[in-house]
């Protein structure tokens, strides 16, 4: 083979990834936005019919509620692609700041800030955010700040890292000597050189926020009843599992293929950036 | 983790005779450890009090009578102000006294132990499994480097490893346990059962948390296989004549395993974080469940010295996979 045909080859399977996960996602997002539109009622239960297996009526069977489970699954998409994008954006601005600042400063500041970010991270995510939201109560802007809060120590460390090999270089000593202000320069100067390392990071969080915020619901500490969600779906039916798994299972590949599509997509722009 | 560079301009200066430069170096990472505790403890307190304001009204419900929410917390001592109960918090700990637990009247620390007994059998189960599987996968990745082999070991792990573990253990339920009734749905064993009856229940619930960790071991071992193939000494071993199986055993699998190791204990945390899911999922009592009923019961005391021993856990873990790391490797013995 040629040169630019083993190129092709070995550079073309790779993007399959990235199609794959972006058409799961999109499929989910049409979900999230059509919602009541496209589907029978989530919410109004048949209660002659609870835990029936599936049928004409009810494609993927009822819940313990006689709820339609392939609506809910529908509508469902639509609190977890809110909360975890919202989550992740909260945890970026806040840690791209801390990182900058960190970085940047160096001496005190920076000693007080890594450490902080060291004690964050010691503990795992689920155990800090039960924590955090037994003392504020679950709902849904709750959810959103305590995961977005615990997020922001992974992405300051990153960015904390990335900004201090660019503190040094010739640039940001022209801006110093230009006498800009600090600010000016972490946000004009560095900032954009250190996007890179912000957005690659930012988007493979936002494959483990959807992780965490399943996992909080079905914990019964996330997203709040009557709603749809998937992760509370399951911790609402999973005791009567022997009785009917659909209302169990199905939710259960809904957040499968949510998580493995928003990683592939990740993972597919990380790629891109890098070639 | 016992490597962080401070910050600040690089001391040039002699850092003194070696006895004193070794005393730091000893010293340094406990004083670390140290003050990581001291914070870990501030933001646990800090952050399941502060942010309640009232924990007899949290505890009582929005429609308690005032009097008896005040007559609560002067019993709990939550009516003395913030930083004196933290103090209070604190001396209690350097006196081994880890408080009680308001939902279930016993002293937290009975029941931290015979919890974290519960989990570190579940923990060392998967970590027994997982290990040498992800080292297997890892290196024979490495082996068959960019075959079909390589993609698909890689691939599912990678898969697996970004599934919640509740997805994986109901599916794993579903199948294995109401399907084939291969295993308990439950971890907990009739009382008075033998040993062997007691690790067969937990076959089931270590497995999600085997998956959760598979693919970033393997991947890294694969990375240490691939590092150790492409070196020097690899070719040096090769045109010496050395047989394959020597090659790969005395001279890759060494330096395969060093990286594997070094994050074996940043790998235990997350590890905890899969406990307290797995648990309830299969009904254990380990120390997960015993923290999602503090949390559920709102039982603050036990929740943060609950937290508390995982953060300490967590810490000690990592220091503990650093040293073995340097026992493994000459270079970061010296370093």
Excluded at chain 2, 110 to 139: C, E, H, M, T
Aim: proline share 7%.
């Amino acid at each position: 083979m040629t040169p630019d045909v083993t190129r092709a080859v070995r550079v073309g399977p790779r993007p399959i990834g990235l199609v794959v996960g972006a058409v799961i996602l999109a499929i989910w997002v049409i979900c999230a936005i059509g919602g009541e539109h496209l589907v029978q009622d989530p919410y109004v239960g048949d209660s002659f019919a609870t835990l029936a297996p599936p049928s004409a009526q009810h494609w993927l069977g009822t819940d313990r509620l006689g709820r339609d489970v392939f609506a809910r699954v529908v509508v469902g998409a639509r609190s977890i692609l809110l909360v975890a994008p919202a989550a992740t954006l909260i945890g970026t601005v806040i840690g791209t700041a801390l990182g900058l600042v960190a970085g940047y400063a160096a001496g005190i500041v920076d000693d007080i800030i890594s450490r902080l970010i060291a004690v964050v991270l010691s503990v795992p995510v689920v155990i800090v955010a039960l924590l955090a939201l037994v003392a504020l109560g679950p709902s849904n802007f709750t959810v959103i700040g305590v995961i977005g809060f615990i997020f922001s120590a992974p992405i300051a460390r990153t960015v904390r890292a990335a900004v201090r090999v660019e503190r040094d270089k010739d640039y940001v000593e022209a801006a110093r000597l230009r006498r800009e202000p600090g600010v000016l320069i972490l946000v004009s100067e560095i900032l954009p050189n250190v996007l890179g390392p912000v957005l690659t990071e930012a988007t493979v969080r936002l494959g483990y926020a959807v992780f965490f915020i399943a996992t909080l619901s079905f914990l019964g500490f996330g997203i709040q009843p009557p709603s749809p969600d998937w992760g509370l779906a399951i911790y609402e039916n999973y005791t009567l599992i022997r009785a009917s798994a659909w209302p169990v299972i199905v939710p259960a590949v809904a957040i499968a293929s949510l998580v493995v599509s928003v990683h592939l997509v990740a993972e597919g722009l990380v790629r891109r950036s890098e070639r | 983790m016992t490597a962080v560079s401070l910050g600040g301009p690089p001391r040039l200066a002699d850092p003194g005779p070696p006895p004193r430069r070794l005393l730091r170096r000893l010293l340094r990472p406990v004083v670390l450890f140290v003050i990581n505790l001291l914070l870990l403890s501030a933001l646990v307190f800090f952050g399941a009090e502060v942010l309640p304001g009232n924990i007899g009204r949290l505890l009582l419900g929005r429609t308690a009578d005032p009097r008896s929410v005040d007559v609560l917390n002067h019993e709990l001592g939550t009516d003395r102000p913030i930083v004196v109960r933290y103090l209070s918090f604190l001396d209690g700990l350097l006196h081994g006294d880890l408080g009680t637990s308001l939902a279930l009247r016993q002293p937290n620390s009975d029941l931290l132990g015979a919890a974290l007994l519960n989990s570190v059998k579940l923990a060392a189960l998967a970590f027994v499994i997982v290990v040498p599987l992800a080292l297997l996968g890892g290196v024979v990745a490495a082996l068959r480097r960019d075959t079909w082999v390589d993609r698909t070991i890689i691939g599912i792990g990678v898969a697996l490893t970004v599934l919640p573990e509740f997805v994986t253990g109901l599916i794993l339920i579903l199948v294995l346990s109401l399907g084939l009734k291969l295993f308990p749905v439950t971890a907990t064993p009739p009382p008075g059962s033998g040993a062997l009856t007691q690790l067969y229940y937990l076959v089931l619930p270590a497995l999600p948390l085997v998956i959760v960790l598979f693919g970033y071991l393997a991947k890294l071992a694969r990375a240490g296989t691939i590092t150790a193939l492409d070196s020097d000494y690899h070719r040096t071993a090769v045109l010496k004549g050395l047989p394959g199986r020597v090659i790969v055993t005395r001279h890759v699998l060494r330096n395969a395993l060093l990286p594997t190791v070094s994050v074996l204990g940043t790998q235990a945390g997350y590890l905890i974080g899969g406990l307290v899911v797995v648990e309830i999922l299969f009904n254990y009592r380990g120390i997960g469940s015993l923290i999602f009923m503090a949390a559920q019961s709102k039982d603050i005391p036990l929740l943060e010295v609950g937290v508390l021993t995982v953060g300490v856990a967590y810490m000690l873990l990592s220091a503990l996979s650093d040293v073995v790391a340097g026992l493994l490797d000459p270079r970061v013995r010296s370093r």
